[in-house]
Each structure stands twice: as structure tokens, then as C-alpha cells.
């Protein structure tokens, strides 16, 4: 089993719509949260980043943490085309300095016009 | 400002050949790291450094070396590739929290 769990879609929504994207995870020592964005043939792009448990809002994108499901979350509204890209989640463990990152497999997600 | 750029972009070479792939970064980043991306997107931890010293290594071949001649730079040389080596190879930095990523190497070994 692996320690991230991520759906990879795809996911694909019409314009305007909301998205809902989701992780789970089995390692609780996980404290850093992080979403990133991937368009094709680029590197992933750093969208959202949480510590611990809560939800952290920055315009159309909303991540949330559930530290007692072990599960995450990121929110887009209003979706755009310009949205299509894979999401990666991607977390790490709070007791280890070295950074490394966990990710998850990504959810590729289309919005069509 | 490129924050992490790794060249080359694209690499097409033969099976046995050795290459390399240079990474270096200006945001003054301690840590930097390889990753490398499968067919299937999932990206995985190969390698991480510290102020030049090496604080992760994966199970990696041993074909694979990175050499990181200061801070902001981190170069992977590979050795007698494969097949199988056939993926994207991504650079990051971070200081103490998120990676940065560079816009990865796709090494392509037919």
C-alpha cells in the first residue's frame, strides 16, 4: 500500500464548475501538506501549502486538512480551462529535517469550455 | 528570474552511454533534491543534499551519483544507462518547508 493515496482521474468538469480533489494517507507523522500544480511538460508549481490541520484559502483555491481521517483536500472554484493540469499532493513528515516530500500519484483534470 | 533551471531540457541517448544533468538554483535554498517523474506522473525521492553534504539516498542504483559542487548547485551523472531509466528527472530546492521545482530533463534512452 502505498503511503499516499490519490485518485489519477481523470476528472474532467465543464467551466465554472467547483472540483474537488482528495488525498489519503496512512503515515501520521505527516504534519506539511503541500499542493502542486502540473502542466504538461513543465515542472510541478507549488499552489497550495498547510500546516498540520485546517483549511487555507488563497483566491479560487481552497486546501483543507483532516488530520483525524488522514485526508486532504483542494478546492477550486469557478474552474477555467486554464485549471486543466495534473494536481499532485504531496506531504511530509513533521519530525524529519531532511524535506522530503511524499507525493501522490496526481489527478489529471480537465475543464472544458 | 529562473529560480530552478536544470539543463538539459531533453536527452536522447543510447543504451550504455554515460550522461549528466546539471541543476542549480538562486533562491538561496540549503537543500536541494532529484526526483524522478514515471510514465504513470508518480514523482519519487532519489536524492537530497544539505549545504553539500548527502542526507538522502534512496534505492538507487548505484549508476546513479549526484554531485553537489556548492549550495546551489546539483548535478546527477548516470552511468551504463537503461531502458528502464527512461523518465523525467526533476531538481528542487527548499529552506525549510516546500520544494521548488525546475522544469525537469526528459530523459528518453533507446
Known amino acids: 500500500q502505498k503511503e499516499v493515496e490519490q485518485d489519477p482521474g481523470p476528472l474532467s468538469v465543464p467551466e465554472g464548475a467547483i472540483v474537488s480533489l482528495n488525498c489519503t494517507y496512512s503515515n501520521s507523522a505527516f504534519q506539511y501538506f503541500m499542493w502542486y500544480r502540473q502542466y504538461s511538460r513543465k515542472g510541478p508549481e507549488l499552489l497550495m501549502y498547510t500546516y498540520s490541520s485546517g483549511n487555507k484559502e488563497d483566491g479560487r483555491f481552497t486546501a483543507q486538512v483532516d488530520k483525524s481521517s488522514k485526508y486532504i483536500s483542494l478546492f477550486i472554484r469557478d474552474s477555467q480551462p486554464s485549471d486543466s493540469a495534473t494536481y499532485l499532493c504531496?506531504?511530509?513528515?513533521?519530525?524529519?529535517?531532511?524535506?522530503?516530500?511524499?507525493f501522490g500519484q496526481g489527478t489529471t483534470l480537465q475543464v472544458k469550455p | 528570474d529562473t529560480a530552478v533551471s536544470q539543463t538539459p531540457k531533453y536527452l536522447v541517448t543510447q543504451m550504455g552511454n554515460d550522461k549528466s544533468i546539471k541543476c542549480e538554483q538562486n533562491l538561496g535554498h540549503d537543500t536541494m533534491y532529484w526526483y524522478k517523474q514515471d510514465s504513470k506522473k508518480f514523482l519519487k525521492i532519489m536524492f537530497s543534499y544539505n549545504n553539500k553534504e548527502l542526507i538522502i539516498n534512496e534505492t538507487v542504483p548505484n549508476r546513479f551519483s549526484p554531485k553537489s559542487p556548492d549550495k546551489a548547485h546539483l548535478n546527477l551523472h548516470i552511468n551504463s544507462l537503461e531502458l528502464g531509466d527512461s523518465a523525467v528527472y526533476f531538481c528542487?530546492?527548499?529552506?525549510?518547508?516546500?520544494?521548488?521545482f525546475g522544469q525537469g530533463t526528459r530523459l528518453t534512452v533507446v
Open positions: 528542487a530546492s527548499s529552506r525549510a518547508r516546500e520544494a521548488f
Open positions: 504531496a506531504m511530509r513528515d513533521g519530525s524529519s529535517n531532511t524535506g522530503k516530500l511524499i
